[in-house]
């Protein structure tokens, strides 16, 4: 499983790109077709990302420290907008080069080339997406998971490519090129607005999913607790992070509250076992709410 990694994954990913990116620039060259030219550059950008990725997942991986007493994790989400951010901006040009290329009578060359570069990305990167994704869904990582829904378009639009510089070769319609090239531009900006969002989601402390908070809840609700108030939850990477205050009757001991607290967790980190859990419970007496503008929450079962 240690091939597995995100690590490995980035670099793998970096190696395959400055492979691809070798081949399309020249045959971009060659051939003079906008498309092949705007995948080398996305194959360009992909060595970057993938590199910085790298970088950032060694660094998300150190240990905590005084200054930093909750870790590195969010350094990876912000790798994840930036690289989303960049995805737009090549997506910008794409679009620009292919508007400018309309009015142009431009032919292309070396089409026969073209095709058969564009046939061998299609598989080199379809093993890659493959690969990602098994690495993704064994780490949960979200860069990974960016990575792979940038590689899986780079997939798509390789195959529009392909299909694009088919038609030229058989009909001469050369107007497909910059066309095509468009319509990659606006499929490239649509994933990275989704990579942007997910990473920018996970920087302001996005809470768990509805269905996760109601498995919570039924924990709660069926505990020895009288009720509870102010469940508040995160999750940043691997590390989820659930903070609640737990209302308790006044005749209750300190060392049996404080049992049935250690039971809610474990509980509750039995509902996805794969992540890290930090659970933080307030004891509080009902008597506090006796004399007091605030109210709780009463369990269903009491």
Not at 212 to 239: A, F, M
Not at 268 to 295: G, M, Q, T, V
Request: aromatic share 12%; net charge neutral.
């Amino acid at each position: 499983m240690k091939f597995f990694t995100p690590s490995k994954a980035t670099m793998i990913a970096t190696l395959t790109s400055t492979f691809l990116v070798i081949v399309k620039f020249g045959v971009a060259v060659s051939s003079g077709s906008i498309v092949v030219l705007a995948s080398a550059i996305d194959s360009l950008l992909d060595i970057c990302m993938s590199a910085f990725n790298y970088f950032a997942l060694k660094e998300a991986e150190k240990p905590a420290n005084k200054n930093f007493n909750y870790g590195f994790t969010k350094i990876q989400y912000i790798a994840t907008t930036i690289e989303g951010v960049v995805i737009l901006g090549s997506a910008g040009y794409i679009f620009y080069e292919s508007v400018s290329r309309l009015n142009s009578e431009i032919s292309l060359n070396d089409t026969g080339v073209a095709i058969w570069v564009m046939v061998l990305s299609i598989i080199v990167v379809g093993c890659l997406v493959l690969f990602l994704n098994k690495v993704a869904k064994i780490s949960g990582n979200e860069v990974i998971q960016a990575d792979a829904l940038h590689y899986k378009s780079d997939l798509f639009s390789n195959g529009a490519i392909l299909v694009s510089l088919v038609v030229i070769e058989l009909s001469g319609f050369y107007l497909i090129d910059p066309i095509l090239g468009m319509l990659i531009a606006a499929y490239i900006a649509y994933g990275a607005f989704k990579i942007i969002k997910s990473g920018v989601f996970m920087l302001l402390d996005r809470a768990l999913d509805e269905k996760t908070q109601n498995h919570i809840l039924d924990i709660l609700d069926t505990s020895s607790i009288l009720g509870y108030y102010n469940l508040k939850t995160r999750i940043v990477g691997e590390r989820v992070f659930v903070v609640f205050y737990a209302v308790f009757d006044k005749q209750i001991t300190l060392l049996l509250a404080h049992g049935i607290s250690d039971d809610i967790e474990r509980r509750i980190e039995k509902i996805d076992s794969s992540k890290k859990w930090e659970i933080i419970i307030h004891l509080e007496p009902a008597e506090y709410f006796e004399n007091s503008n605030f109210s709780f929450i009463k369990r269903k079962s009491f």
